[in-house]
Nanobody, 110 residues
Framework: QVQLVESGGGLVQPGGSLRLSCAAS????????MGWYRQAPGKQRELVAT?????RTSYADSVKGRFTISRGYNTVYLQMNSLNSEDTAVYYC??????WGQGTQVTVSS
């Protein structure tokens, strides 16, 4: 089993930045890919960004140019810039398309 713990969410004004972190623990052999999803109220969970062990990244069109995903051996980060109200959601860390964190709330509001 793999446990994922997110941190770094919070309240930020439009145009601001946040950095999310996710640390994995447990039976870690290979975490590939790792990534971030989000779910806004009344909406389905959607992909934000993923990154492979080789550093290959993929982004949702809505965050391209604003968000940057990076990773270490058992960690994954999401740098979020130029945030707007549509980025308000619970953000979930993912590993191996199988393991999920408990989520961290990001609220963009003035």
């Amino acid at each position: 089993q793999v446990q994922l713990v997110e941190s770094g969410g919070g309240l930020v004004q439009p145009g601001g930045s946040l950095r999310l972190s996710c640390a994995a623990s447990g039976s870690i052999l290979s975490l590939n890919p790792m990534g971030w999803y989000r779910q806004a109220p009344g909406k389905q969970r959607e992909l934000v960004a993923t990154i492979t062990t080789y550093g290959r990244t993929s982004y949702a069109d809505s965050v391209k140019g604003r968000f940057t995903i990076s990773r270490g051996y058992n960690t994954v980060y999401l740098q979020m810039n130029s945030l707007n109200s549509e980025d308000t959601a619970v953000y979930y860390c993912m590993a191996n398309n199988r393991y999920w964190g408990q989520g961290t709330q990001v609220t963009v509001s003035s």
